[in-house]
């Protein structure tokens, strides 16, 4: 699922929107978000997802970003996204639907995604559905315009995992080398919705995460 917890979750910025910490209510509720704040390059800083593989494959991912850009359409954005695993880069693009400071995608499956307070001016908390058939999986992501945020930002994000009862996000090591723009695009994301339909693949994927949970953190 290499692609699903980060991709999608494509995210961006909050703008200095700012909240205590002793407050989940305030932590976890949606904040406002234009379009053009979305557009440009984010850099994946890391998260917590539920998403079958996603714990095991957080520890694997490397770097991962997204560009954002409009199209013609004054509701629809287009993503590219790269990912760096096992040293090398893969990428896909795709459209998105956005309004209401509120991401969507209907086909091939559900997401939702919403913005959540943050004390980084530059960055953005994401927190995101995605539903396939029966299954519905969240996930809460960190993005930013740089590649470092300051321990404050980071554990207001595990103040808010914990809120929404989320595992603790997996953090990328800042130390990294980002993938070139000239990659190109991969299937897409019918490719990762086969990874979501695939219910049989799915126990194993658990017992991964459990697994690298267990001897990497």
Known sequence: MKCVAVVVSLSLL????????????????PITISKEDMLGRWLYIGGSSDLPGSRSLGH???????DITATSQ??????FQTQRMYGKCSSLTYNV???????????PFYLKEVYLATDCADCL??????????????????????KNVSPAVLEMLKK???????????????????????ISPSEGL??????????MEHQVARLLDALFDMFVN
């Open 74 to 79: 004054s509701n629809i954005l287009n993503v």
């Open 97 to 107: 639907t956005f309004e209401n400071s509120t991401m969507s995608i209907e086909q």
């Open 14 to 29: 909050s703008l200095g929107h700012s909240a205590p910490l002793n407050s989940c209510e305030s932590l976890v509720k």
């Open 160 to 182: 808010q995992a914990q809120c929404l009862r989320m595992p603790s996000p997996i953090m990328i090591d800042t130390n990294y080398e980002i993938c070139p723009d000239n």
């Open 190 to 199: 019918s490719a990762l919705n086969s990874l979501l339909e695939a219910k």
């Open 60 to 66: 694997l991912l490397t770097s991962a970003w997204l």
């Open 125 to 146: 908390v994401v927190y995101e559905e995605v539903i396939s058939g029966t299954d519905t999986f969240t996930s809460l992501l960190l993005f930013s315009r740089r």
